[in-house]
């Protein structure tokens, strides 16, 4: 079950990337409000699956050392990342 719930949160993960960066057309609030909750959604599957990585009364620091939290605060720092050079390189294109 843990590589169920570690292979669904990359699946989400993967939909938010696909929604914030690779649907064509104009950025709208329902890209970003689908991207979110599929943030939130991995940010769900991957704490599960890291519960079942993890000995069974792990710590919380324990808990953010499984691979699936790992990967899960990995890839959001990259969005992050990719979104706010997006916007920066958009800002000085427009200008």
């Known amino acids: 079950m843990k590589w169920v719930l570690f292979l669904l949160s990359l699946l989400?993960?993967?939909?938010?990337?696909?929604?914030?960066?690779?649907v064509p057309g104009?950025?709208?609030?329902?890209?970003?409000v689908l991207a979110g909750i599929?943030?939130?959604?991995?940010?769900?599957?991957?704490?599960?699956s890291s519960k079942r990585f993890a000995r069974e009364h792990a710590s919380w620091r324990e808990l953010m050392m499984t691979p699936p939290a790992v990967i899960w605060i990995f890839v959001?720092?990259?969005?992050?990342?990719a979104g706010l050079?997006?916007?920066?390189?958009?800002?000085?294109?427009?200008?």
């Not at 993960?13 to 690779?22: E, H, P, T």
């Not at 599929?38 to 599960?48: H, P, Y």
């Not at 959001?76 to 990342?81: A, F, G, S």
């Not at 050079?85 to 200008?95: G, P, Q």
């Open 85 to 95: 050079m997006k916007a920066v390189m958009y800002r000085f294109a427009t200008s």
């Open 38 to 48: 599929a943030i939130f959604l991995a940010a769900v599957l991957a704490w599960l």
């Open 76 to 81: 959001v720092l990259l969005l992050c990342c």
């Open 12 to 22: 989400a993960l993967f939909f938010a990337n696909n929604m914030l960066f690779w």
């Open 26 to 32: 104009s950025y709208g609030w329902r890209n970003f």
